[in-house]
């Protein structure tokens, strides 16, 4: 596959199953391999299920066609998503969805090993299908206007502009922040970073220009986690740039066998208005 713009400028989708508009040096560095290897092993135990399950819902009341997922990382919450908006189409015997229940996805990222996760699992709906994309969300994103009825942001950064520009007129924007509470026993700790406590309200701001918040649900939990899931936990974010390290259970009995760690997101949604 060969991607084109009215500039003439051509990207070839390469082997991995992706294109990448990357070119030339960088300042900002996506994910590592360790820190999406981190977030794997994570993740795959369950431990953030009902924030996938509770962003699967939400994006499937919207019937979407197209989905972009901007920050994919390793494609666990657009899996999930996927999973949930080709079963509410295959299951809808009077929409038009029904006769074609195919969606189609967009996973972008500025990793390009997170890309690559991505688009290679295997794990995908039967119904829908995912390309891949790398590229820097602060720069303008090689997706035509109003070509995606929704699109998520989970952990990511954000472009307002962007992102209203690419989602078609009354589109959902899908963001998920941390809440204050968040990993806060950690943080105490000091093995994690601190979670700026206006980060709803800045969002908000950030996006009033063309969005209308339409529903904020919070989700929250105390986990016991083991050393390793410790361990994985810090090592799948940004803390694992600047927590000490953190190595996993040998069994000694100095150790805890378990630690309690509160886990707190906010899904906020959005609907695109003006033109």
């Known amino acids: 596959m060969v991607l084109a713009c009215a500039n003439g400028h051509r990207f070839d989708t390469n082997r991995r199953g992706f294109a990448s508009l990357i070119v030339g040096s960088r300042k900002l560095i996506g994910d590592s391999p360790a820190m999406l290897d981190a977030r794997d092993t994570f993740l795959e135990r369950g431990w953030y299920a009902e924030l996938r399950a509770a962003l699967g819902a939400r994006v499937a009341a919207e019937s979407p066609r197209r989905i972009v997922d901007i920050g994919c990382g390793t494609g666990y919450y657009l899996r999930g998503v996927l999973e949930r908006a080709t079963a509410t189409a295959a299951a809808s015997p009077n929409s038009s969805a029904a006769l074609d229940p195919g969606v189609r996805a967009l996973a972008m990222d500025l990793s390009a090993a997170a890309v690559a996760r991505t688009v290679r699992d295997q794990r995908a709906p039967i119904g829908a299908s995912t390309q891949g994309l790398v590229a820097d969300v602060w720069s303008p994103l090689p997706i035509r206007d109003g070509a995606a009825d929704v699109v998520i942001n989970v952990f990511a950064p954000r472009n307002p502009a962007e992102f209203h520009r690419i989602l078609a007129p009354g589109g959902l924007l899908a963001v998920v922040v941390p809440h204050p509470s968040h990993l806060q026993e950690l943080r105490a700790a000091g093995l994690a970073l601190d979670v700026h406590g206006n980060k709803t309200e800045d969002l908000i701001g ?36 600047h927590a000490p390290q953190h190595t996993p259970s040998t069994g000694s009995s100095a150790q805890p066998t378990s630690t309690d760690v509160t886990v707190a997101f906010r899904l906020l949604a959005f609907r695109r208005t003006g033109h």
């Open 206 to 241: 950030s996006l009033a220009a063309g969005f209308a918040l339409e529903s904020t649900e919070d989700l929250s939990r105390v986990l016991a986690l083991s050393p390793d899931d410790v361990a994985a936990l810090i090592g799948m974010g940004p803390s694992s740039h």
